[in-house]
């Protein structure tokens, strides 16, 4: 089977483009660091697709709400226009955000993506990944790099990319005309705050949330469940792990 992945060189696409070499699939990168853009994508000779290239910052698709409708809208109609004319399977990344999509730009563009999905097409509604590679500006990597100035009162359902790259796995062995969209997440939402000691700071800033962001993006992870997926690793362990050198 020949794979179409988008963003194959992010931090998702990177671990699933590994793992699906990994078990013998045949892989086709769509990724700007490769000069592919997926403005030009094409579905030709391609037996699957997982679309996971887009724009993901809650808070600069406020300050250009109009690149965040370009590349995660307009491109991802076409993706999902071109995989259905041609009877493809496509599994897309939608976003936790969908639950409160008109809080931001951002959210928008994911929730119309999954109204514009046909059938056979799927949205992958990842909560907070972290894991080894994930961009440093991300939570998990500034608490391990020591570069966190403060934190905030949300709860945050932290899912490990290793998780993430099952629950695909998983996904792409379905008939998955049965079900639009899956939550990928834990299912246990973790106090962003608590966090704190355990990466060994003792006196950060607790502040409050931006309104673009939403309290509690905890998953409803009972339909992956349904089809065996059950997430392997804990945040918390993991954080500890990382910041006192154990082996994890």
């Known amino acids: 089977m020949k794979v179409g992945i988008t963003g194959s060189k992010g931090f998702i696409g990177s671990y699933l483009t590994k793992a699906l070499l990994n078990s013998g699939y045949t892989i086709s990168e769509w990724d700007l660091k490769d000069g592919r853009d997926i403005k030009d994508f094409s579905v030709s000779g391609l037996d699957y697709v997982v679309h996971l290239a887009a724009y993901a910052n809650v808070r600069q698709s406020i300050k250009d709400p109009q690149k965040y409708w370009i590349n995660n809208v307009e491109y991802t109609t076409e993706i999902q226009k071109q995989c259905h004319y ?124 931006d309104p673009c962001e939403a309290l509690d993006n905890t998953a409803d992870n009972s339909s992956m469940k349904d089809l065996g997926w059950e997430p392997k690793y804990d945040v918390e362990k993991y954080v500890h792990v990382k910041t006192s050198g154990e082996n994890i």
């Open 86 to 209: 041609n009877q493809v399977p496509l599994l897309y990344a939608s976003s936790s955000c969908i639950h409160r999509w008109w809080l931001s730009p951002y959210g928008t563009t994911k929730k119309v993506n999954e109204e514009t999905a046909f059938p056979n097409q799927v949205a992958l509604r990842f909560t907070t990944v972290y894991g080894d590679g994930a961009r440093d500006t991300m939570l998990i990597p500034k608490l391990l790099d020591g570069s966190v100035t403060y934190l905030t009162n949300h709860i945050r359902d932290f899912v490990h990319v290793d998780d993430v790259i099952d629950a695909i796995l998983i996904l792409m062995r379905q008939d998955i005309r049965l079900k639009r969209a899956y939550d990928i997440g834990t299912g246990t939402g973790v106090l962003v705050s608590d966090l704190g000691p355990i990466a060994g700071y003792s006196d950060l800033t607790i502040k409050d949330g």
